[in-house]
Antibody, heavy 124, light 107 residues
Framework: EVQLVESGGGLVQPGRSLRLSCAAS????????MHWVRQAPGKGLEWVSG????????DYVDSVKGRFTISRDNAKNSLYLQMNSLRAEDTAFYYC?????????????????WGQGTMVTVSS | DIQMTQSPSSLSASMGDRVTITCRAS??????LNWYQQKPGKAPKLLIS???SLRSGVPSRFSGSGYGTDFTLTISSLQPEDFATYYC?????????FGGGTKVEIK
């Protein structure tokens, strides 16, 4: 079964750090780009970051640049998001999502597999 | 950044109705537009990719069209399981962006 399972969410104080993980199974992980997408409570979807199959191409939404770091370990079929200097506005459900393509070169791709999400709450 | 504007933001419809949701990009995105369905408490599900390609397993009552800046998602005959929120998504340029969503509710 094709599956993505996120973990690592929780309640954290502003300014602190958190590391999210996403475990992939049921497909050849190192053939595809991967992404993190978040959704604040009651709000819409926001793309956070993406990484190519070989980690050579990485990109972020401006609001997290310099604070968040995406990475992957193809040997462990895992995707990560290191979140530093967290702010209240980072509070959201965080989903990992599989791309239909391998690269981050923009084109006719889509997010065809999503995890169930993990909640991150930033509050004092 | 490319802004994606969906309309309407919500709609009420009855079973069997034909429903059309529109998505407009702030600049041309070629055909790089996807549609997702999200039900409460669940992850989004990909329905249509590259504007009009129906994903495997998605009912044929869903269809997509458009190119450039204007796109539509159509549900030809609304079924009970279609009540959800729908999002468009451009992959033409980073940052990848989503529309604000259209909530389809029961009339």
């Amino acid at each position: 079964e094709v599956q993505l399972v996120e973990s690592g969410g929780g309640l954290v104080q502003p300014g602190r750090s958190l590391r999210l993980s996403c475990a992939a199974s049921g497909f050849t992980f190192d053939n595809y780009a991967m992404h993190w997408v978040r959704q604040a409570p009651g709000k819409g979807l926001e793309w956070v970051s993406g990484i190519s199959f070989n980690s050579r191409n990485i990109d972020y939404v401006d609001s997290v640049k310099g604070r968040f770091t995406i990475s992957r370990d193809n040997a462990k079929n895992s995707l990560y998001l290191q979140m530093n200097s967290l702010r209240a506005e980072d509070t959201a459900f965080y989903y990992c999502a599989k791309d239909t393509l391998a690269t981050m070169i923009r084109g006719p791709d889509a997010f065809d597999i999503w995890g169930q999400g993990t909640m991150v709450t930033v509050s004092s | 950044d490319i802004q994606m504007t969906q309309s309407p933001s919500s709609l009420s419809a009855s079973m069997g109705d034909r429903v059309t949701i529109t998505c407009r990009a702030s600049q041309s995105i070629s055909g790089y537009l996807n549609w997702y369905q999200q039900k409460p408490g669940k992850a989004p599900k990909l329905l249509i990719s590259t504007a009009s390609s129906l994903r495997s397993g998605v009912p044929s009552r869903f269809s997509g069209s458009g190119y450039g800046t204007d796109f539509t998602l159509t549900i030809s005959s609304l079924q009970p399981e279609d009540f959800a929120t729908y999002y468009c998504h451009q992959t033409y340029r980073t940052p990848l962006t989503f529309g604000g969503g259209t909530k389809v509710e029961i009339k």
